[in-house]
């Protein structure tokens, strides 16, 4: 079992998502940003650390959103959600994806994501942001 924390960053109404690169499990899949939980980390510090190193931010991590859990053929993934908040007038890229965009709760269907993140679309588009 990989255990993930990612991040719903929310900007003007729209949300912060990034696209997998080829030559990962899951190419071309859209994704919320984080990553996987090390050894003695809580999840609050693994979506800290991994978006500071896929975004190169300082994000504040709020308040659990969600769990989402799926059995891929290469194992069972669980991603924890927690909304983050990053200084307004901060600039998010990666080096880690092959795109990013800011899309608003409806439409978030537009886009191709992940099977484990499809609840999560789900939720993001039944809240008020």
């Known amino acids: 079992m990989t255990t993930v924390a990612a991040a719903i960053i929310i ?3 729209k949300i912060f998502i990034a696209k997998r690169p080829e030559g990962k499990s899951l190419a071309h ?3 919320f940003p984080g990553g996987k939980q090390e050894k003695g980390e809580t999840l609050p510090q693994t979506l800290h650390r991994e978006l500071n190193e896929e975004l190169g931010i300082d994000a504040t991590i709020g308040e659990f959103f969600m769990k989402s859990s799926y059995d891929y053929e290469f ?6 959600c927690y909304f983050a908040s990053v200084a307004k007038d901060k600039e998010i ?6 795109g990013i965009a800011w899309a608003a709760p409806d439409e978030l269907k537009n886009y191709t994501f992940a099977p484990a993140d499809i609840p999560i679309v789900e939720a993001l588009q039944s809240i008020k942001l």
């Open 11 to 13: 900007r003007d109404g």
């Open 29 to 31: 899949h859209w994704e």
């Open 75 to 80: 194992g069972h993934i669980d991603i924890n």
């Open 93 to 98: 890229s990666s080096n880690e994806h092959e």
